[in-house]
């Protein structure tokens, strides 16, 4: 039961057959550059993320624990003593910039813009692949239509094989007209084999583009799309051309890429003024070393001379004392006694400094002219792209048009061709050049037919028409 479970889903996903919509929106999902764009688009908001931190103040703790082998000072008598003592010592320390010349603001403005842009660029990119995908969809179809016109010339040049091998049988028709015949069959058979071939490949390249590894099964659903006229080619070009320029992300990313490069240049400035920074520290340590906790008179030496009285010569005695030493403090007493702050503000004013700042300056400065000419220039490349898609959309339907009018022509002439090859007024010969003007003339029309379709989809995609209606 479960294999032919298993066989019935197999089947199922082997004849699936995608719709435009469906490839479009698969690609939008798995495409591995709208991937990397929308990385790109997550680093820009990781960006901003660390624009909006550079206003919060930086607070970072610190602990150690030493010992001290060796000659080193007491802490506690102040002599320089061979000891082995511990120490423990922590501290917290913050700081936070209160001015720097507004650097803080732009670079959160202009991580908002590095945000915006990136999203343009993004929508950009999809827009890049359904336009990829729409023209790969309606080339295969056009390679199927083509495949169905070679089998259906084989069909019939086969049958015409057939009949004349009765009738050279019959010794009616000379045997070199049959050989005539054969030949064309074989052309005909290599006709298809390309075609085969061709759509296969243009399968693969659509199976590709969408990411789908199993590209052997992959097919597309048969759908006859219509050379209709469009209502967008009736607009003027100017419309058009209006339209493109507001609703195109071409501009929108030209644009904000100009507004980043006028932050950078406002960054760049704000290092010619001063910074104030507030600070904050704290700090405290324990001692492990015996501590001071009275003083005792010394019984080997109890009393010490420290000087005489003037004119009697009297000496002067004090008592001498030692230090009575005891165990540490304990550890959280010592931290609160010994436990200190720091704190302040910082003024810097630059002053010089090897022309950085002034460098700085000058280099985002040849960015944003730079920026603004790539604004200039991106104008200039859409009204070309929307005019140029204008004209090959006109130009796509002129050749439809011809190409209809020449196979209607061609069929007239290949239904004649055929009524005076039966009754033996032609020969073979001219009668198969008849019949290959009529299948061109029929390819012609397809081929003629799609390129328009995508031609149009252009210009209505520059109209603000998506690809795929929702």
Known sequence: MLIVLFLGIA????????????????????????????????TTAIGKKAAIGNFLPNLNANA???????????????????????????GLNSNITIYNGLQNQNKLRKANLSNIAAQYQ??????????????????????????????????????????????????????GDLLDVKAT???????????????????????????????????????????????TMLETPENIVKKALQERVELKIAKANLEIAEKDVKIAKGAY???????????????????????????????????????????????????????PLPFFDQFSRNKGHNFGVQLNIPILNGFSARN????????????????????????????????NAKVALNAYDAAVAAFDARKEAFNYAKEKYAVGMMNSFDFTQSQTLYTNAQSEVLRTKYDYIFKVKIVEFYFGIPIIEK
Not at 27 to 37: C, D, F, M
Not at 66 to 90: C, D, K, V, Y
Not at 122 to 134: G, Q
């Open 11 to 42: 089947s199922q996903a082997q004849s699936k057959k995608w719709t435009l919509k469906e490839c479009v929106d698969y690609a939008l999902k798995n495409n591995i550059s709208i991937k990397q764009t929308e990385l790109d688009a997550e």
């Open 64 to 90: 150690s624990h030493s010992w001290n082998i060796g000659l080193n000072q007491n802490i506690t008598t102040g002599l320089l003593e061979n000891q082995t003592t511990q120490f423990t010592s922590a």
């Open 122 to 175: 993004l929508s950009k990119m999809k827009d890049d692949i359904s336009l990829n995908v729409a023209n790969a969809y309606l080339q295969i179809l056009f390679n199927k239509e083509n495949l169905k016109v070679q089998n259906e010339q084989l069909t019939y040049d086969t049958k015409q094989q057939k009949k004349s091998e009765e009738l050279v049988a019959a010794g009616m028709v000379a045997r």
């Open 185 to 231: 069959v074989a052309l005909d058979k290599q006709k298809v084999i390309a075609a085969e071939n061709t759509l296969f490949i243009s399968k693969l390249s659509l199976a590709q583009l969408l990411q789908i590894e199993d590209f052997q099964t992959f097919d597309v659903a048969d759908v006859d799309y219509e050379a209709k006229p469009s209502e």
């Open 273 to 327: 003024q001063p910074s104030l920074t507030g600070f904050y520290s704290f700090s405290s340590r324990v001692s492990y070393a015996d501590r001071i906790v009275g003083f005792e008179q010394s019984a080997t030496n109890p009393t010490a001379v420290i000087g005489q009285v003037e004119g009697t010569g009297q000496n002067v005695i004090q008592p001498n004392f030692t230090t009575v030493l005891g165990k």
């Open 360 to 391: 700085n300056v000058d280099r985002y400065k040849i960015a944003l002219e730079r920026a603004k000419t790539n604004e200039k220039q991106a104008i200039l490349d859409l009204e070309r792209n929307v005019y140029t898609a204008i004209t």
